[in-house]
C-alpha cells in the first residue's frame, strides 16, 4: 500500500496487473528508461462523451518520470498512458495468456 500522512493505505487491485502492463510496453519497445507523463490526463473510453481521468493514490503528479521509477513507485497516471499505448485488447489477450481467467469480459468493458 502507500502512506497518505502517515497512515498506510491499501492500493486498488489494478496495481497487481501494472508490472504486465511495462512488461508488454517493454516487450513492444519501451524500456525503464523511457520517459512517461504523469500528469493530469483524460482517455476516451468506449462509452460515447465519456472519459477517464486517473489519479494517483495520493492525488499528486509527479510530472515526467522515468518507466522504472513510475512501476516502482506504482503511480497509476504512466500505467494507464502505458495501458492507451499498447492497447487494451492486446494487453488483455497478454494478462489472458499469463493466466488471469477472471478477466472474462469484452475490452471495452475494461
Do not use: C
Not at 490526463?41 to 494517483?56: D, K, Q
Not at 509527479?62 to 521509477?69: I, L, Q, V
Amino acid at each position: 500500500g502507500g502512506r497518505i500522512d502517515g497512515v498506510t493505505t491499501p492500493r486498488q487491485p489494478g496495481s497487481a496487473l501494472k508490472p504486465f502492463t511495462y512488461a508488454l510496453a517493454f516487450d513492444r519497445g519501451e524500456s525503464p528508461a523511457s520517459v512517461l507523463p504523469d500528469v493530469p490526463s483524460y482517455f476516451p473510453t468506449a462509452e460515447e462523451g465519456v472519459v477517464y481521468s486517473p489519479r494517483n493514490y495520493d492525488n499528486q503528479f509527479r510530472g515526467p518520470m522515468r518507466a522504472r521509477r513510475a512501476l516502482a513507485g506504482s503511480e497509476n497516471v504512466p500505467a494507464v498512458v502505458l495501458a492507451s499505448r499498447v492497447g487494451v485488447p492486446s494487453l488483455l489477450r497478454f494478462l489472458r495468456a499469463a493466466g488471469f481467467t477472471t478477466l472474462d469480459k469484452t475490452a471495452a468493458y475494461y
